[in-house]
């Protein structure tokens, strides 16, 4: 390139302390950005690399690669795109270990949960290359003689990927994988809290010899590199994860440039206890979905609503299982509650339980602090947190914490239980725990969420079933499945006549 604007390292270079880009198949770095530090949150002495706050240049690199390798990626048959799929799944499988542990490093979670990270990235590349043999079109009879009608899958061309930290392998390999089975090219940008899982997550498609220019990755802050994505003139499709303020803007700047957009973005998930609930599994459920991954999961436990004739002996439980949590190092053994992510988050979720106890004025039952003893102290950690008393009006009822604080709500019914469930800015995830089939199955009727639990936490996704929100959790797609399909491709309908003269439809046929 004229000018080099920036320093390549070659294709096979891996640099372990910078977090390069990959554009056309080549490792780089544009030189003069200034570097963002990604650090362990667990404890920021140990600076993992830096990043590159890629500016919009590399980011129309990265297009242009993109753009051209898409017409050879578009004619390679399903199958063959499958092969590489299917050997990134393998490569993974074999570095999962590795893996794991940079996940635990890079944003904390504790290393079963880095480890599954990496494990729903292998599922979904089995997932995604079935589909290379699959991705079924239909046919359908003519209203007319001697002729055919058929539809199939056509990819949308060139897509921006923009994932966030808390699923660092998971959530580039959803979006990922469906948009290469589907013969897109892409442009990846991951959070920047989380660099080092994109490169790996993209090392394991270059090792598993993706052509050169399929998938690019840039790093880079959100306002800029995020930004330069959004507006870029040549993307055909931004998928996004993260946050539902910056959701809208991706989605009404990719509507004003006419792309096309998934959005995947907040959740106030809640789990009702209703007075018959086995309430053990209950507490497990509670226990698992609000403090697991320091409740920065989208699908996140926050309200526990419980029946009142169960609710004084629930809150018992939840406060004396909050109070046990085992906090610190994911590395550590035993660990359930890692760090917040940043200091900036964490600053937020303190601000939140701040609110909940002045502003709104609920009971705060245990936690509701930062924990900075000992092994902790050079760390994001905030004590597992209850709210009792909390009602409907409150903010820390309404709004997305993204912190292990858990509110509780007492309800007298089962309606009124699944009214407060609803009532909510968003729709993605819900639970219920009760014995009685009836109520089991009215809950499922009446609750308004992408996914519901009967008996089990909010948590717990599996790659191969729809994976979304209603309300303002997204703008109506659910990713992987068979619908992730739907969001990376275009259908194409094609009849056939073969009467060898000009057949009109509703005209020639009429009554
Ligand atoms: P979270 O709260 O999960 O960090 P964000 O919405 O801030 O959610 O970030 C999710 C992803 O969106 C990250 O990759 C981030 O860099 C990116 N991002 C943030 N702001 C913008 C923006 N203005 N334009 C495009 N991407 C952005």
Not at 14 to 25: E, K, P, T, W
Not at 120 to 141: F, Q, S, V, Y
Not at 214 to 228: F, I, Q
Request: hydrophobic residues 40%; proline residues 5%; aromatic residues 6%.
């Amino acid at each position: 390139m004229a000018g080099a604007a920036y320093n390549t390292y070659g294709k096979g270079a891996y640099m372990s302390d910078r977090a390069l880009n990959y554009i056309g198949g080549e490792w780089c770095w544009p030189d003069g950005a200034a570097e963002i530090p990604c650090v362990n949150p667990a404890d920021t002495r140990d600076v993992i690399c830096v990043a590159p706050d890629s500016p919009a240049e590399e980011v129309s690199r990265a297009v242009a690669a993109a753009r051209a390798a898409y017409p050879a990626w578009k004619r390679t048959p399903p199958p063959e795109r499958a092969k590489i799929i299917t050997r990134a799944g393998q490569i993974m499988a074999e570095r999962k270990n590795a893996m794991g542990a940079l996940v635990t490093r890079e944003c904390g979670k504790p290393l079963p949960e880095g480890l599954g990270d990496v494990q729903e990235a292998i599922d979904m590349a089995h997932l995604a290359a079935g589909e290379g043999r699959r991705m079924h079109g239909k046919t359908a009879p003519s209203e007319l003689p001697d002729k055919l009608c058929l539809s199939f899958r056509e990819p949308k061309g060139v897509c921006g990927l923009i994932t966030p930290w808390n699923f660092p392998v998971a959530i580039p390999a959803w979006k990922g994988l469906h948009a290469l089975i589907c013969g897109n090219t892409i442009v990846l940008k991951p959070a920047e809290d989380t660099p080092m899982c994109g490169v790996e997550f993209v090392r394991a498609l270059v090792d598993a010899g993706v052509p050169k220019g399929v998938v690019n990755l840039v790093h880079g802050s959100g306002e800029v590199t995020g930004k330069a994505i959004v507006e870029h003139g040549d993307i055909d499709l931004v998928s996004f994860t993260g946050s539902t303020q910056t959701g809208c803007y991706v989605a009404s700047t990719c509507g004003a440039t006419g792309k096309g957009v998934s959005l995947e973005c907040g959740g106030k998930n809640a789990q009702i206890v209703m007075d018959d609930a086995n309430l053990d599994l209950a507490l497990e459920g509670a226990t698992w979905g609000a403090f697991g991954t320091a409740g920065q999961r989208c699908t996140a436990t926050s309200r526990l609503i419980v029946h009142e004739k169960v609710h004084d002996a629930m809150v018992e439980r939840i406060v004396n299982a909050a109070k046990n949590v085992k906090v610190g190092n994911g590395m550590d053994d035993g660990v359930l509650t890692g760090p917040i992510i940043n200091e900036t988050q964490m600053r937020r979720v303190l601000e939140y339980i701040r609110i909940g106890r002045d502003d709104d004025g609920a009971t705060l039952a245990c936690g509701g602090e930062r924990m900075s003893d000992g092994a902790l102290a050079h760390g994001w950690f905030v004590r597992p947190t209850v709210f009792t008393g909390v009602t409907r009006g409150m903010r820390i009822f309404k709004e997305e914490i993204f912190g292990p604080v858990l509110s509780v709500v007492k309800v007298g019914s089962l309606d009124e239980a699944v009214e407060t469930l609803n009532d909510c800015a968003y729709g993605l995830s819900s639970s219920i725990y009760t014995q009685d089939v009836n109520a089991a199955m009215r809950a499922m009727r009446d609750i308004e969420a992408g996914i519901v639990y009967i008996n089990g936490p909010t948590i717990g996704a599996e790659v191969h079933m729809p994976f979304g929100g209603v309300k303002g959790t997204g703008n109506g797609h659910r990713e992987a499945a068979w619908t992730g399909l739907d969001i990376f491709s275009e259908w194409k309908t094609v009849y056939v006549d073969y009467s060898g003269k000009l057949q009109r439809a509703q005209i020639d046929n009429a009554e």
